[in-house]
């Protein structure tokens, strides 16, 4: 059973540029978090999605946003990139909200902003 | 608002031996959750152990058991006969109960190296 997979693993962008990140849950589960981890700020909770609707949202300015798709597959956005969105990007699945369903999360992508 | 506090920023352990990672926590909820996660090298997240709060018994998994003291908000992680392949950085996380959420709140980490 493949894990949840997250595209791409790494990229640059510029300063002012817009970025869009793909995670694909494992196979059954409806549930997509998004964390924010950086040395200085540790790991933040961006948003969460369950059957196309977005559940919870943590406390981002409005550039960053996300969706989810029937599939259950999400992407997040971040647009007009600063230099502080640099960070690993973390997608987490589950079966459902709720519950204390066991969360597993993928290998992240890393944004390098310049 | 809930928090996490991991006060041990990092810690050392000779292999084969038992190393106690700390973790408080703060909530006014009655019923919760909590983890442990191991970050290693390679950055994505797997959960070491859980204990919901409803349950007094601590949880175990092989060499992983917890030490939950629910009055004390507290939820240490011991790891028994360390071996080198626990090196990695652990967080501890509070989950909310119900309200239909995963959101994790997660503590600062703890940077475990274990020495051969």
């Known amino acids: 059973k493949a894990g949840v997979t997250q595209t791409p693993r790494y990229l640059i962008k510029t300063r002012g540029q817009q970025v869009t990140l793909s995670c694909s849950p494992i196979?059954?589960?409806?549930?997509v978090s998004w964390y924010q981890q950086t040395p200085g700020q540790g790991l933040q909770f961006l948003f969460e999605y369950f059957s196309e609707t977005q559940r919870n949202k943590g406390n981002f300015p409005g550039r960053f946003s996300g969706r989810q798709f029937s599939n259950s597959r999400s992407e997040m956005n971040v647009s007009t990139l600063e230099l502080g969105d640099s960070a690993l990007y973390l997608c987490?699945?589950?079966?459902?909200?709720?519950?204390?369903?066991?969360?597993?999360f993928g290998e992240g992508s890393w944004l390098t902003v310049v | 608002a809930q928090t996490v506090t991991q006060s041990q920023p990092e810690m050392s352990v000779q292999e084969a031996e038992t190393v106690t990672l700390s973790c408080t926590y703060d909530t006014s909820e009655n019923n919760y959750y909590l983890f442990w996660y191991k970050q290693p090298p390679s950055r994505q997240m797997i959960l070491v152990i859980r204990q919901e709060a409803y349950k007094q018994q601590n949880a175990t998994e092989n060499r992983f058991s917890v030490n939950f003291q629910k009055a004390a908000k507290s939820f240490s992680l011991k790891i028994s006969d360390s071996q080198l392949g626990d090196t990695a950085m652990y967080f501890c996380?509070?989950?909310?109960?119900?309200?239909?959420?995963?959101?994790?709140?997660f503590g600062t980490g703890t940077l475990l190296a274990v020495q051969p």
């Open positions: 987490a699945s589950s079966l459902a909200p709720g519950n204390g369903n066991t969360i597993y």
């Open positions: 196979s059954g589960h409806r549930s």
């Open positions: 996380a509070f989950m909310k109960y119900g309200g239909a959420t995963n959101k994790l709140i």
